[in-house]
């Protein structure tokens, strides 16, 4: 590069011979220099700043370009991967405790139109309510016609309806993929089950909610995506639930009962087997639940969980009991039982106005089921170290099983537990409880005396429950309530074979305007089997029934629920595989028969 | 010695670059397989799952209790009852083989009923012979 000289020689003699400063030239000259050194920072400095925004251009662009494709692109699974790992959109599935499918999803199509694609939307109508009758053709054209661009026909379709809708050949007609819950037993366990529907819906899928039951309860769990593969099983087993609701649904009719449920338990794990609840619904078509009149009139109402009742006699042994964990009785020990019993305004009778008085064995006022002795035990006890033992039983709170319904079931106790209160309570009166929390307590007599929570789950493990009583006084509480059906007011439910131990219970219902309904009554049947090395527990509750074999009608426990009772464990015993035992008794034990008789 | 090598370089260029052609097509035809695999795959899921589902619902308790009564006179199922249980002393075996006797049989024992009329009648007897039983 030729360097243009600062002071050249020309112009510096010349500027010399003129008199200048040749100095100016020289400046003239590097002023000229540096422009045009600025000149050539300033185009460079442009071309950089023009490559950086292009550079930054076409980053912003790809970023762009890529997540343009992203949202107008249907996502794909990564196909490369390996399979093993199966992620599903499904709902778990819910199983027995033998692996029996209780609740399962089934593939089906819902339809929806685009009335903008229809050709002839007057026929298509018209056809349409030819195939479903509750559809109304006049309307649905209207909906087709009145400009609106999408609605649903149906939620779900059947195959055969599928096909038929093709053959309409509308094009505006559209199906959309469906995950359906199915329930394949149709009502069995359906007040465990409860029922789902779809909740957010959209045209290629739609989301399953559970409704009630343990559908609801463990929703969270079963619509996780990461255990949709691991199925929920539950401690029913559907062979059992079969054969009770069955029996008991015959004892309904032949009690001419409202109403009825039964629970059966194991003692030890608290692991409900089967929990029925009589009318039943078909959780696959789950009816509306009603808006007016008696909640409990509803087949959605479960009398087994939701169903707080006065339990009557069933409680006694509960006092009873706890009088023993305290020292203050023995089974022999002699118990004022006069009747009837004044206490301030209050008159306490026994059943039909009977005396069993004036004194009574513990063992007999649980035998021949007398209030006025199981009154004077609680006052023996005192109200507040009763109410802390039923409260410790459950008894006093709502029950605790894997169904929504559950919480909601709130005992109905007495604001202020005064004597009277006391008194009443130790014959199960004056205080409402679920009778799953009847069926909780009897397990923890029957499993000398650890305290028992119900649960729907199957599990190899559970938790132990705190020791309430001793074993002692829970093995002396059995013995007392096998003496019920051997010589007491439960002999009906001596099933030969499986030694049941009971308490039977009958209370009159409350009447709406106060006092009690003495024709209508609920009676309980609470039992253990076998009685000498128990098992189970199985509460049988009949709602309203009237036996009318008799001269009279008859509606003590003894003549309904316990046959009923009986008959069930005959039915299950073998199915169990609970094999018949001869009961042996000790020869100390051998006295006088009193005349079998049924009574409260 | 060089234009050697550049025509080396240039058919290994060429040669790589087919193999690479190749490589694109058999991968992606992999992966076309693989989808088509998975698909079938998640067919079958259903068709099981759906399969499941009708398995227990034919299986329902209702109707097998239905096909037992239409089917009685075949079958004769009737609901299991406790009386069916039993233990391993109630099954009847075949009877042993009784034993030959052959030699002398002696046998002790009391001619009267110990009463206590007569507590002094005891006697013991014997008894010789051969026996032949056939079983």
Same mark, same amino acid.
């Given at each position: 590069m030729i360097r243009t000289p600062l002071r050249p020689l020309a112009r510096i003699l010349d500027a010399r011979a003129k008199g200048e400063n040749p100095d100016v030239i020289e400046r003239e000259n590097i002023a000229a220099r540096h422009e045009v050194m600025r000149d050539k920072d300033r185009g460079r400095a442009e071309r950089r700043l023009l490559m950086l925004g292009f550079g930054f251009f076409m980053a912003f662009s790809v970023i762009g370009a890529r997540m343009g494709t992203l949202a107008a692109s249907e996502p794909v699974e990564p196909r490369t991967a390996s399979g093993g790992t199966e992620i599903t959109a499904q709902r778990a599935d819910i199983l027995d /405790?033998?692996? /029996?499918?209780?609740a399962t999803n089934m593939l089906t199509y819902s339809l929806y139109a685009q009335p903008h694609d229809m050709v002839d939307p007057v026929h298509a109508a018209t056809e349409l309510a030819a195939i479903f009758p509750e559809l109304d053709a006049k309307a649905l054209e209207r909906r087709f016609t009145d400009g609106r661009s999408f609605l649903w026909v149906r939620k779900v379709l059947s195959p055969e309806q599928m096909q038929k809708v093709h053959e309409?050949? =509308?094009?505006g007609l559209y199906f959309g993929p469906r995950e359906m819950r199915l #329930? !394949?037993?149709?009502?069995?366990a359906s007040h465990v089950l409860g029922g789902a529907a779809f909740g957010a819906e959209g045209v290629d899928s739609a989301e399953v909610i559970g409704t009630a039951g343990i559908e609801k309860d463990l929703d969270a769990r079963l619509r996780d995506p990461a255990q949709s593969g691991t199925p929920l099983t539950l401690s029913i087993d559907l062979t059992l639930q079969a054969n009770i609701e069955e029996v008991l649904a015959t004892g309904m009719r032949m009690m001419n009962a409202k109403g009825a449920a039964a629970i059966l338990m =194991?003692?030890? *794990?608290?692991?409900?087997?089967s929990l029925a609840s009589l009318p039943n619904f078909d959780p696959n078509d789950r009816p509306a639940? +009603?808006? &007016?009149?008696?909640?409990?009139? &509803?087949?959605?109402? %479960? /009398? @087994?969980?939701q169903g707080v009742y006065e339990?009557? &006699? *069933?409680f006694k042994i509960f006092a009873v009991a706890q009088a023993m964990d305290l020292g203050?009785?023995?089974?022999e020990t002699l118990v004022d +039982?006069? +009747?009837p019993m004044k206490w301030g305004k209050f008159t306490i009778r026994e059943f039909e106005n009977h %005396? #069993?008085? !004036?004194l009574l064995s513990v063992s007999d006022i649980i035998a021949k089921s007398s209030n006025v002795g199981a009154a004077h035990i609680g006052l023996m006890i005192g109200g507040e170290r009763q109410q802390a033992f039923l409260k410790s039983m459950g008894l006093?709170?709502?029950? $605790?099983?894997?169904?929504?319904e559950a919480p909601g079931a709130k005992a109905l106790v007495p604001d202020r537990w005064s004597e009277i209160v006391t008194i009443t309570a130790s014959y199960g009166h004056g205080i409402a409880s679920s009778p799953l929390n009847l069926a909780a307590g009897y397990a923890t007599i029957a499993n000398g005396g650890i305290k028992v929570t119900p649960t729907l789950l199957h599990s190899a493990h559970h938790e132990p429950g705190v020791r309430l009583i001793t074993a002692d006084t829970a093995k002396a509480c059995v013995a007392m309530l096998r003496r019920v059906v051997t010589e007491g007011t +439960? *002999?009906? @439910? %001596?099933v030969p074979g499986y030694a049941v131990a009971g308490k039977t219970g009958t209370a009159e219902k409350p009447k709406k305007g106060g006092g009690y309904d003495h024709q209508k009554v609920i009676n309980t049947f609470a039992s253990i089997f076998p009685a000498n090395d128990p098992k189970y527990v199985l509460v049988v509750i009949l709602d309203e029934p009237v036996e009318t074999s008799g001269p009279a009608p008859r509606r003590t426990a003894g003549w309904t629920s316990v046959p009923v009772a009986a008959e069930i464990i005959r039915r299950i015993g073998p199915l169990m595989g609970l094999r018949p035992q001869v009961e042996t008794t000790s020869l100390?034990?051998? $006295? @006088?028969?009193?005349?079998p008789k049924v009574s409260e | 010695m060089r234009p050697l090598l550049y025509v080396a370089s240039f058919l290994a260029v060429l040669g790589l670059a087919f193999w690479a052609y190749r490589e694109n097509y058999a991968t992606q035809h992999q992966l076309k397989q693989m989808a088509a695999v998975q698909d079938e795959i998640a067919k079958l899921r259903d068709e099981i799952s759906l399969q499941r589902a009708e398995w227990a619902y034919l299986n329902r308790p209702e109707r097998l209790r239905d096909l037992a009564t239409l089917n009685f006179d075949r079958l004769g199922l009737l609901p299991m009852e406790p009386e069916q249980l039993g233990t391993s002393a109630q099954v009847s075996y075949p009877a042993p083989p009784m034993l030959k006797i052959t030699g002398t049989i002696e046998t002790e024992g009391l001619?009267?009923?110990?009463t206590g009329a007569q507590p002094n009648d005891t006697a013991t007897t014997g008894t010789t012979g051969k026996e032949e039983q056939t079983p």
């Amino acid at each position: 590069m030729i360097r243009t000289p600062l002071r050249p020689l020309a112009r510096i003699l010349d500027a010399r011979a003129k008199g200048e400063n040749p100095d100016v030239i020289e400046r003239e000259n590097i002023a000229a220099r540096h422009e045009v050194m600025r000149d050539k920072d300033r185009g460079r400095a442009e071309r950089r700043l023009l490559m950086l925004g292009f550079g930054f251009f076409m980053a912003f662009s790809v970023i762009g370009a890529r997540m343009g494709t992203l949202a107008a692109s249907e996502p794909v699974e990564p196909r490369t991967a390996s399979g093993g790992t199966e992620i599903t959109a499904q709902r778990a599935d819910i199983l027995d /405790r033998q692996g /029996r499918i209780l609740a399962t999803n089934m593939l089906t199509y819902s339809l929806y139109a685009q009335p903008h694609d229809m050709v002839d939307p007057v026929h298509a109508a018209t056809e349409l309510a030819a195939i479903f009758p509750e559809l109304d053709a006049k309307a649905l054209e209207r909906r087709f016609t009145d400009g609106r661009s999408f609605l649903w026909v149906r939620k779900v379709l059947s195959p055969e309806q599928m096909q038929k809708v093709h053959e309409i050949g =509308d094009p505006g007609l559209y199906f959309g993929p469906r995950e359906m819950r199915l #329930y !394949p037993n149709g009502n069995l366990a359906s007040h465990v089950l409860g029922g789902a529907a779809f909740g957010a819906e959209g045209v290629d899928s739609a989301e399953v909610i559970g409704t009630a039951g343990i559908e609801k309860d463990l929703d969270a769990r079963l619509r996780d995506p990461a255990q949709s593969g691991t199925p929920l099983t539950l401690s029913i087993d559907l062979t059992l639930q079969a054969n009770i609701e069955e029996v008991l649904a015959t004892g309904m009719r032949m009690m001419n009962a409202k109403g009825a449920a039964a629970i059966l338990m =194991d003692i030890h *794990t608290g692991e409900i087997l089967s929990l029925a609840s009589l009318p039943n619904f078909d959780p696959n078509d789950r009816p509306a639940s +009603a808006i &007016s009149g008696d909640p409990s009139d &509803s087949p959605l109402f %479960n /009398r @087994a969980v939701q169903g707080v009742y006065e339990l009557g &006699s *069933t409680f006694k042994i509960f006092a009873v009991a706890q009088a023993m964990d305290l020292g203050l009785v023995n089974p022999e020990t002699l118990v004022d +039982a006069n +009747a009837p019993m004044k206490w301030g305004k209050f008159t306490i009778r026994e059943f039909e106005n009977h %005396n #069993y008085g !004036p004194l009574l064995s513990v063992s007999d006022i649980i035998a021949k089921s007398s209030n006025v002795g199981a009154a004077h035990i609680g006052l023996m006890i005192g109200g507040e170290r009763q109410q802390a033992f039923l409260k410790s039983m459950g008894l006093l709170d709502p029950p $605790t099983a894997e169904l929504i319904e559950a919480p909601g079931a709130k005992a109905l106790v007495p604001d202020r537990w005064s004597e009277i209160v006391t008194i009443t309570a130790s014959y199960g009166h004056g205080i409402a409880s679920s009778p799953l929390n009847l069926a909780a307590g009897y397990a923890t007599i029957a499993n000398g005396g650890i305290k028992v929570t119900p649960t729907l789950l199957h599990s190899a493990h559970h938790e132990p429950g705190v020791r309430l009583i001793t074993a002692d006084t829970a093995k002396a509480c059995v013995a007392m309530l096998r003496r019920v059906v051997t010589e007491g007011t +439960a *002999t009906l @439910a %001596n099933v030969p074979g499986y030694a049941v131990a009971g308490k039977t219970g009958t209370a009159e219902k409350p009447k709406k305007g106060g006092g009690y309904d003495h024709q209508k009554v609920i009676n309980t049947f609470a039992s253990i089997f076998p009685a000498n090395d128990p098992k189970y527990v199985l509460v049988v509750i009949l709602d309203e029934p009237v036996e009318t074999s008799g001269p009279a009608p008859r509606r003590t426990a003894g003549w309904t629920s316990v046959p009923v009772a009986a008959e069930i464990i005959r039915r299950i015993g073998p199915l169990m595989g609970l094999r018949p035992q001869v009961e042996t008794t000790s020869l100390d034990g051998l $006295t @006088a028969v009193s005349e079998p008789k049924v009574s409260e | 010695m060089r234009p050697l090598l550049y025509v080396a370089s240039f058919l290994a260029v060429l040669g790589l670059a087919f193999w690479a052609y190749r490589e694109n097509y058999a991968t992606q035809h992999q992966l076309k397989q693989m989808a088509a695999v998975q698909d079938e795959i998640a067919k079958l899921r259903d068709e099981i799952s759906l399969q499941r589902a009708e398995w227990a619902y034919l299986n329902r308790p209702e109707r097998l209790r239905d096909l037992a009564t239409l089917n009685f006179d075949r079958l004769g199922l009737l609901p299991m009852e406790p009386e069916q249980l039993g233990t391993s002393a109630q099954v009847s075996y075949p009877a042993p083989p009784m034993l030959k006797i052959t030699g002398t049989i002696e046998t002790e024992g009391l001619l009267y009923p110990m009463t206590g009329a007569q507590p002094n009648d005891t006697a013991t007897t014997g008894t010789t012979g051969k026996e032949e039983q056939t079983p």
